[in-house]
């Protein structure tokens, strides 16, 4: 089974606009943390943004929050403002276990956002 | 720079050779990890590393696949008698580990490996 579902392969949005990127998870460890990365056409991973499955508020860095729904399983990631150095590969990711030895990040197969001017 | 860094950034190869892959994680970081990612897919966890121990390994990393982190500070992945299905990028990541409350990974640029 999936852990990390990412429904949309494909997004667009106009530059200034807010978008949502999905993402639904599935997990039975009560202690699990997700993850948003961001992957330009250079190929590297940049760290977005981190909620714990304990944060009682949704996470927010700059233009980047995180839509937290526990009993739904899903963390979408809001860009809002959309620039056009925000187009890339956006990825999902969760790890379980944390406080533990137990380290695997699982990543979900990743949405690719353009924004138009 | 202080970030990871992994070298070689690509390696072309013939099947059936052996190729080593080196990453030098944030020196502070004491967890380093290792993943594979073929093109339009997420990364795929193979393995990692708390100082030199080597505490989880990935059903994909085959027999053919070797993890070391020696001295708890740079680590190799070799893959011996390569195959095709191997072209991929190699990522290599870092985090602090259990003292880092985001558990943040720091990733490199990748090694990119090509089979012919």
């Known amino acids: 089974a999936q852990k990390i579902t990412q429904t949309q392969p494909g997004m667009f949005v106009q530059e200034k606009e807010a978008v949502t990127l999905d993402c639904t998870y599935d997990?039975?460890?009560?202690?699990?943390?997700l993850f948003w990365y961001k992957q330009p056409s250079s190929g590297e991973m940049i760290f977005l943004i981190y909620q714990g499955s304990y944060d009682q508020q949704n996470a927010t860095e700059g233009r980047y929050s995180l839509n937290f729904q526990k009993a739904r399983k899903s963390a979408n990631l809001v860009i809002s403002a959309s620039q056009l150095g925000d187009s890339a590969m956006y990825f999902c990711?969760?790890?379980?276990?944390?406080?533990?030895?137990?380290?695997?990040?699982?990543f979900g197969p990743g949405t690719s956002l353009s924004v138009i001017p | 720079d202080t970030g990871v860094s992994q070298d070689p950034r690509h390696k072309i190869t013939k099947r059936g050779q052996n190729v080593t892959f080196r990453c030098d994680p944030i020196s502070e970081h004491n967890r380093l990890y290792w993943y594979r990612q073929t093109l339009g897919q997420g990364p795929e966890f193979l393995t990692y590393f708390q100082n030199e121990a080597q505490l989880e390994k990935s059903r994909l990393l085959s027999d053919r696949f070797s993890a070391e982190r020696p001295k708890g500070s740079f680590s190799t992945l070799e893959i011996q008698r390569t195959e095709q299905g191997d072209s991929a990028m190699y990522l290599c990541?870092?985090?602090?580990?259990?003292?880092?409350?985001?558990?943040?990974?720091?990733f490199g640029p990748g090694t990119r490996l090509t089979v012919t």
């Open positions: 997990t039975s460890d009560p202690s699990y943390g």
């Open positions: 990711a969760m790890r379980e276990g944390l406080g533990t030895s137990y380290d695997k990040v699982i």
């Open positions: 990541a870092s985090s602090v580990g259990l003292r880092d409350r985001t558990y943040e990974q720091y």
